[in-house]
């Protein structure tokens, strides 16, 4: 005789299963080890954020490092192994006063400083690409392609017409896309790329069920190595948006193209790339091709992700704040600094650095906005400048110290992108690339407002709370 259960006990029984769930994953996020901030926000969206939390922790919170990932061993053995092919490195003129920088990524990294480079900035969308299909046009052997976005729209099908007219002439070209930045664009879309015998792989593939482990970790660079010797590196993706921008204002980023031995750091980091979603090792001399001076830009190629112990790019700015003695300008879409972060840049700006940090002030991700604006106040009670930028998006990844020193590349000054993501940025030792990285900020600087404490902290109550409320869960964001 089948007796069936009162609606009071199913609830009861759904209960005792949630509360369950709810403590499994509290031991599992403890025994993690993790950040103790990050576990303290984990903990407390799992149990204040009912069903929400759970299916949060679940997408975003699991920690594959360990599962899914190639192992450190292998990677630090694939990161020496394509450098190897480069050869001895000569020495190059650089600034004395970034000698310990220098050493920290070289040993840290294993990113030696590749000199003889010709670098150009761009801050336009049309530019950057113009500039780049003609690259792919005279392009002789190879291209190697590497973004978050690839996106089917027009500009994508332009990319895409350029790449298999080469592809055609029988060049070798082989192309990365981040599955979840990308996920907006048709399947067919990479399929042609394919059917053109383009080698077209996703980065970390997001399907049910390992979607829920996966979608946490990003491949956030932007490459484009052309015959080894000319790259692409910086914050602009392949999409309509970056020449276009949006209906309310313009797509502000910045780009950089580089011809000389910079371009083999770029190289090595795509071929590592490819490594973990072919499981095809290249490190063939034909993609290291000799290199003669094209410039006086020395750098250093440095990229980062959760497969670390220890990630170069934070460490990098980190060191270069220490370093800086006259100014640091930094653009960035999203400010969400880790507390070394915080507390580098209060002291600079209190032992008299220059330290202006430029916001978009309307964004595209208006949770990650809301807990930046949360920053604004303690930075400015330390005497670091800030600004927003009214004229559109803000999406640049620039950075400058002391006018000689000048990062550019994927990086947002957030902990998901300094922590989580997979990162590519240019450390790039001059005066020359100082001065033009410098003067791209100032001239931004006139479709800013400055932000003073005394209006900012006049803000309705309300406002702030939220802002607050919303930076508790910034390790989540």
């Given at each position: 005789?089948?007796?069936?259960?009162?609606n009071?006990?199913?609830?009861?029984?759904?209960?005792?299963?949630?509360?369950?769930?709810?403590?499994?994953?509290?031991?599992v996020v403890?025994?993690?080890?993790?950040?103790?901030?990050?576990?303290?926000?984990?903990?407390?969206?799992?149990?204040f954020?009912?069903?929400?939390?759970?299916?949060?922790?679940?997408?975003?919170?699991?920690d594959i490092?360990?599962?899914?990932?190639?192992?450190?061993?292998?990677?630090?053995?694939?990161?020496?192994?394509?450098?190897?092919?480069?050869?001895?490195?000569?020495?190059?003129?650089?600034?004395?006063?970034?000698?310990?920088?220098?050493?920290?990524?070289?040993?840290?990294?294993?990113?030696?400083?590749?000199?003889?480079?010709d670098?150009?900035?761009?801050?336009?969308?049309?530019?950057k690409?113009?500039?780049?299909?003609?690259?792919?046009?005279?392009?002789?052997?190879?291209?190697?392609?590497?973004y978050?976005?690839?996106?089917?729209?027009?500009?994508g099908?332009?990319?895409?017409?350029?790449?298999?007219?080469?592809?055609?002439?029988?060049l070798?070209?082989?192309?990365?896309?981040?599955?979840?930045?990308?996920?907006k664009?048709k399947?067919?879309?990479?399929?042609?790329?394919r059917?053109?015998?383009?080698?077209?792989e996703?980065f970390?593939?997001?399907?049910?069920?390992?979607?829920t482990?996966?979608?946490?970790?990003?491949?956030?660079?932007?490459?484009v190595?052309?015959?080894?010797?000319?790259g692409?590196?910086g914050?602009?993706n392949?999409?309509?948006?970056?020449?276009?921008?949006?209906?309310?204002g313009?797509w502000?980023?910045?780009?950089?193209?580089?011809?000389?031995?910079g371009?083999?750091?770029?190289?090595?980091?795509?071929l590592?790339d490819w490594?973990?979603?072919?499981?095809?090792?290249?490190?063939s001399?034909?993609?290291f091709?000799a290199?003669?001076?094209?410039?006086?830009?020395?750098?250093q190629?440095?990229?980062?992700?959760?497969?670390?112990?220890?990630?170069?790019?934070?460490?990098?700015?980190?060191?270069?704040?220490y370093?800086?003695?006259?100014?640091?300008f930094?653009?960035?879409?999203y400010?969400?600094?880790?507390?070394?972060?915080?507390?580098?840049?209060?002291?600079?700006?209190?032992?008299?650095?220059?330290?202006?940090?430029?916001?978009s002030?309307?964004s595209?991700?208006?949770l990650?906005q809301l807990?930046?604006?949360?920053?604004?106040?303690?930075?400015?009670e330390?005497?670091?400048?800030?600004?927003f930028?009214?004229?559109?998006?803000l999406?640049?990844?620039?950075?400058v110290?002391?006018?000689?020193?000048?990062?550019v590349g994927?990086?947002?000054?957030?902990?998901?992108?300094?922590?989580?993501?997979?990162?590519?940025?240019?450390?790039?030792?001059?005066?020359?690339?100082?001065?033009?990285?410098r003067?791209?900020?100032?001239?931004?600087?006139?479709?800013c407002?400055?932000i003073?404490?005394?209006?900012?902290?006049k803000r309705?109550?309300?406002?702030?709370f939220?802002?607050?409320c919303?930076?508790?869960?910034?390790p989540?964001?």
């Amino acid at each position: 005789m089948y007796i069936g259960l009162s609606n009071d006990t199913l609830i009861l029984i759904v209960q005792i299963i949630y509360i369950l769930t709810v403590l499994s994953i509290v031991i599992v996020v403890i025994s993690e080890n993790r950040n103790p901030i990050k576990t303290v926000a984990w903990i407390m969206a799992v149990i204040f954020l009912p069903v929400i939390g759970i299916i949060w922790y679940l997408i975003f919170g699991q920690d594959i490092t360990k599962k899914h990932v190639i192992s450190k061993r292998i990677y630090s053995r694939l990161k020496k192994r394509p450098l190897n092919e480069i050869g001895a490195q000569e020495e190059f003129v650089f600034p004395e006063e970034y000698i310990s920088l220098i050493t920290l990524l070289k040993n840290l990294d294993h990113s030696p400083l590749l000199g003889g480079n010709d670098v150009k900035l761009f801050t336009d969308g049309q530019d950057k690409f113009d500039s780049l299909f003609a690259d792919i046009a005279h392009a002789k052997k190879h291209i190697h392609v590497e973004y978050y976005a690839l996106m089917d729209d027009e500009i994508g099908k332009k990319f895409q017409e350029a790449l298999i007219k080469k592809a055609r002439e029988g060049l070798e070209i082989r192309i990365i896309y981040d599955s979840f930045g990308s996920r907006k664009a048709k399947k067919e879309y990479y399929e042609e790329y394919r059917k053109a015998g383009i080698e077209t792989e996703p980065f970390l593939k997001l399907a049910f069920p390992v979607l829920t482990s996966r979608i946490n970790y990003r491949n956030h660079r932007k490459i484009v190595v052309i015959d080894g010797r000319i790259g692409y590196v910086g914050g602009m993706n392949v999409a309509d948006r970056y020449i276009h921008g949006f209906e309310w204002g313009n797509w502000r980023d910045t780009h950089a193209r580089i011809e000389g031995k910079g371009v083999q750091g770029l190289q090595s980091a795509f071929l590592i790339d490819w490594y973990f979603v072919s499981q095809t090792l290249i490190t063939s001399r034909k993609y290291f091709p000799a290199l003669g001076i094209y410039g006086n830009n020395p750098m250093q190629i440095v990229d980062s992700g959760p497969l670390k112990e220890e990630n170069g790019i934070p460490f990098g700015i980190l060191q270069a704040i220490y370093n800086a003695k006259k100014s640091i300008f930094i653009q960035t879409p999203y400010f969400l600094p880790p507390d070394a972060m915080i507390k580098a840049l209060h002291a600079a700006a209190i032992r008299g650095v220059d330290v202006r940090i430029m916001l978009s002030e309307r964004s595209d991700m208006p949770l990650v906005q809301l807990a930046s604006c949360s920053y604004i106040q303690e930075m400015l009670e330390n005497e670091v400048k800030m600004y927003f930028y009214k004229k559109g998006f803000l999406h640049s990844k620039l950075m400058v110290f002391d006018d000689s020193l000048t990062l550019v590349g994927s990086t947002n000054f957030d902990s998901r992108s300094l922590e989580q993501n997979f990162e590519i940025e240019a450390f790039i030792y001059d005066e020359e690339t100082g001065n033009q990285a410098r003067s791209i900020f100032i001239a931004d600087q006139h479709d800013c407002e400055q932000i003073f404490l005394k209006n900012w902290i006049k803000r309705p109550r309300r406002e702030r709370f939220l802002e607050s409320c919303v930076r508790l869960f910034v390790p989540l964001l």
